[in-house]
């Protein structure tokens, strides 16, 4: 089964268009590209990891810090059309934050769970994206995805949204409305004597807009760039 899952992988990928993909020739690949990529690469990576932890070549207690480094790769490198797996032990500790993935969660008051898929680090000077990334998803207790909007705010820096017209990611302001798109928060290299930046989550139900609570993001202003730490996200009622 696993020796066929690269040309199953292939077929399913042949299957989803591109929403804007590169130009033909280009080894770049669009952002639209990796987006259409994501799910499935994901699934990949699931056969993969257990396939190394089956072999003895990752531990068990390493598996989930393994599957972060290598999607956060994905963002940062996979639009070059290749990307290499390989792993050998202690390799994780060479590992830039900038490029792992970092799943946040937070409790509602009314039971629901918000998770943002963001990533550990954000350094302005050297990173290869135009921001943090922020990607909102909540559940119910039942962990069945709900149709909510989210607008995110903060007092320090701007957001950004993909504009497919341009193809690039462009600023919409101090605040952002998303319905469960991707929203990146940008700002410049922080002073020595700045202030850790509090990004704001209201949630409102798409279908009646009632309001169903919100979070609060608190970064960390590490060195040149800003930290995300595991309890960065606080839900607020």
Sequence with gaps: MRRNLAALLLLALLAVPAAAPAD????????????????????????????????GLLSEEERGAWHDAQLGDFYQNGGYGSILINYMPGVLNLVREEETVLTLTAQLAGGQTLELLTMRRYTPRDSSL??????????????????????????????????????????VGASAVSDGETVVWSAQTPAQDAKNPVLTIDIIDAQTGEVLGGAVLTLTVSGDGYEVQDGALQGVS
């Design 130 to 171: 135009s921001g943090l990334m922020l990607t909102p998803t909540l559940t119910d207790a039942d962990g069945v995805p709900l149709d909510v909007r989210y607008t995110f705010g903060a007092e320090d820096g701007v957001f950004l949204k993909w504009d497919a017209m341009m193809g690039a990611y462009v600023s």
């Design 24 to 55: 033909e020739g280009d080894p770049l690949l669009s952002v639209d590209d990796l987006l259409t990529l994501e799910e499935s690469y994901e699934a990949f990576l699931g056969e993969l990891e257990a396939l190394a932890v089956e072999r």
